[in-house]
């Protein structure tokens, strides 16, 4: 596998469909990066809202889906993020089937992967998942490594937003000279930027990390399926 000649790539993942997903799209969308968001259509609307920390953190409503998430990828989170692997078979399924089917009505596009509420799954939420034609699904797991992923379905990514090793990763990956395809993939919530104050850490991210000739810059379809 290579992206266009290339053979590193960079994705993001984020979770939830919250109003800073705004914010957060406005800094990616400024330094060139795509991301994958992971939405609850049975909760995209502000009413669902929850305060952490004192931070209010609002869902985004569907109808305002396609506008926001322009340009990035919209991808299954369930309809109303439960822990799936406690549910029975056939909520399973309709929590995954009707996730895919909004969000596919309101988008007008494929839906082809989803991460799992809370990173938690077991077997038979990833046979529901594949059964619902859902080709890779992200976890909580995080490597810190730009290995390609041996399992879609249970797919880790290199590092949340808040590691504190994200520095050295960003370091370690622009110098990289590989001979193999290495995929860098970011995940987060975007609320976190505003509970833990640290907005700068992602521009800082963005900004150290694109421009560069040799990267392709991705969704995680773009990255995971091409």
């Not at 990514?157 to 970011?186: S, V």
């Not at 963005?206 to 399926?225: E, K, P, R, V, W």
Request: a negative charge; aromatic letters at 12%.
């Amino acid at each position: 596998m290579n992206w266009q000649g290339r053979l590193k790539a960079l994705t993001f993942s984020y979770d939830d469909g919250v109003e800073q997903d705004v914010r957060l799209i406005d800094i990616f969308n400024r330094y060139g990066m795509k991301c994958t968001f992971n939405l609850n259509s049975g909760q995209a609307s502000p009413s669902n809202s929850w305060t952490r920390d004192g931070v209010t953190i609002r869902r985004i409503d569907s109808s305002r889906y396609p506008d926001i998430y322009q340009g990035h990828e919209p991808a299954c989170h369930s309809l109303t993020h439960p822990r799936l692997e406690e549910l029975p078979d056939i909520e399973i399924d309709r929590q995954l089937r009707e996730d895919k089917s909004n969000l596919e009505h309101w988008f007008g596009v494929k839906i082809q992967g989803m991460a799992y509420p809370y990173g938690t799954y077991d077997e038979r939420v990833i046979s529901a998942a594949s059964k619902n034609g859902l080709r890779y699904a992200r976890t909580t797991i995080s490597t810190r490594s730009f290995d390609m992923p041996a399992d879609l379905m249970r797919l880790p990514a290199t590092c949340h937003h808040n590691d504190p090793a994200l520095p050295d990763l960003i370091d370690r990956f622009l110098a990289l000279k590989p001979d193999q395809p290495a995929l860098f993939y970011i995940w987060g919530h975007s609320y976190e930027f505003d509970i833990d104050n640290s907005w700068k850490v992602i521009e800082d991210a963005c900004a150290a990390l694109s421009g560069h000739d040799d990267i392709f810059y991705g969704t995680n379809a773009q990255t995971l399926l091409s």
